[in-house]
Nanobody, 125 residues
Framework: QVQLVESGGGLVLAGGSLRLSCAAS????????MGWFRRAPEKEREFVARISRSGVTKYYADSVKGRFTISRDNAKNTVYLQMNSLKPEDTAVYFCAADVEYSASYYAAVAYEYWGQGTQVTVSS
């Protein structure tokens, strides 16, 4: 079992920055990959970013590439999402997720077995 708790969401002006955190507990944190997803109002949940167990390999959705950075601190059992140059279209509930069984389909929500409760990010224009 893995428990995930996100924090760091809020209201920010367009062009601003936020850093989301996701604290994990349960299984050894360094043994599984982590991802971030988001769900905007009236839209499907979409992939944002993924980081490997070691933190070396990272993937990003095209819509956030160059603006968002995913990182992890295995000593603190925490994964981060640094979001810069935020746009109104980034407004969504952001979820962190754990891929314990390791799936090659890193962009698919079904690849992740455990999810946090989500944190709201609102970007005003």
């Amino acid at each position: 079992q893995v428990q995930l708790v996100e924090s760091g969401g809020g209201l920010v002006l367009a062009g601003g920055s936020l850093r989301l955190s996701c604290a994990a507990s349960g299984r050894t944190f360094s043994s599984y990959a982590m991802g971030w997803f988001r769900r905007a109002p009236e839209k499907e949940r979409e992939f944002v970013a993924r980081i490997s167990r070691s933190g070396v390999t990272k993937y990003y959705a095209d819509s956030v590439k160059g603006r968002f950075t995913i990182s992890r601190d295995n000593a603190k059992n925490t994964v981060y999402l640094q979001m810069n140059s935020l746009k109104p279209e980034d407004t969504a509930v952001y979820f962190c997720a754990a891929d314990v069984e390791y799936s090659a389909s890193y962009y698919a929500a079904v690849a992740y077995e455990y999810w946090g409760q989500g944190t709201q990010v609102t970007v005003s224009s």
